[in-house]
């Protein structure tokens, strides 16, 4: 076999395995479970005193690693205002927030522009209220200019695109860039 498709092949299953820090990422969450379950089992203890007991002791160990910052506590709240905010940008690692099984990702943004520029090759740049920063990577037109307070959907489109529907007009697809 050349030494050319070789290296592609390598190459290939060296992007589908997964990264060190994703595996950690899911260790550190089997870590965090194993340790609620572990404070939940002491209700299957049939005498009083044994399962006060059980349960002091699993909630010692547990407020030590809150405190540690091994484990977080975060509400549904949360996670959903993190997965908004990262709406647009490449996962950094922290698969709670990108995990689907775990209540689904984000669909779409609806936001407001801050301000809207042309670039050198007249594609549009815009700045979101909520401090994104998005760019145009197709070629179609805005019908009327987009200014300060105009309303914005971006939805998920095909292969992890982003489209962008500025004030109620046709769709344009773009980047998040910040």
């Given at each position: 076999?050349?030494?050319?498709?070789?290296?592609?092949?390598?190459?290939?299953?060296?992007?589908?395995?997964?990264?060190?820090?994703?595996?950690?990422?899911?260790?550190?969450?089997?870590?965090?479970?194993?340790?609620?379950?572990?404070?939940?089992?002491?209700?299957?203890?049939?005498?009083?005193?044994?399962?006060?007991?059980?349960?002091?002791?699993?909630?010692?160990r547990?407020?030590?690693?809150?405190?540690?910052?091994?484990?977080?506590?975060v509400?549904?709240?949360?996670?959903?205002?993190?997965?908004?905010?990262?709406?647009?940008?490449?996962p950094?690692?922290?698969?709670?927030?990108?995990?689907?099984?775990?209540?689904?990702?984000?669909?779409?943004?609806?936001?407001?522009?801050?301000?809207?520029?042309t670039?050198a090759?007249?594609?549009?740049?815009?700045?979101?209220?909520?401090?994104?920063?998005?760019?145009?990577?197709?070629?179609?037109?805005?019908?009327?200019?987009?200014?300060?307070?105009?309303?914005?959907?971006?939805?998920?489109?095909?292969?992890?695109?982003?489209?962008?529907?500025?004030?109620?007009?046709?769709?344009?697809?773009?980047?998040?860039?910040?």
């Amino acid at each position: 076999m050349p030494a050319r498709p070789l290296l592609h092949l390598v190459s290939a299953f060296a992007l589908l395995a997964p990264s060190p820090a994703l595996a950690a990422d899911r260790r550190a969450a089997a870590d965090q479970s194993q340790a609620i379950d572990t404070l939940l089992a002491c209700r299957k203890i049939a005498t009083s005193a044994d399962r006060l007991a059980c349960v002091d002791r699993e909630l010692d160990r547990l407020s030590a690693r809150i405190d540690s910052g091994s484990i977080a506590v975060v509400d549904k709240a949360q996670v959903e205002r993190q997965r908004r905010e990262q709406f647009g940008l490449a996962p950094r690692g922290s698969a709670i927030f990108a995990n689907e099984a775990n209540g689904g990702t984000v669909k779409e943004v609806r936001g407001a522009i801050a301000s809207a520029s042309t670039d050198a090759s007249g594609k549009w740049v815009f700045s979101l209220q909520d401090g994104s920063r998005w760019h145009q990577i197709d070629d179609y037109t805005i019908g009327s200019a987009p200014r300060a307070g105009t309303t914005v959907l971006i939805t998920r489109a095909a292969l992890n695109s982003f489209k962008m529907s500025v004030g109620g007009q046709p769709a344009i697809r773009v980047r998040r860039t910040g």
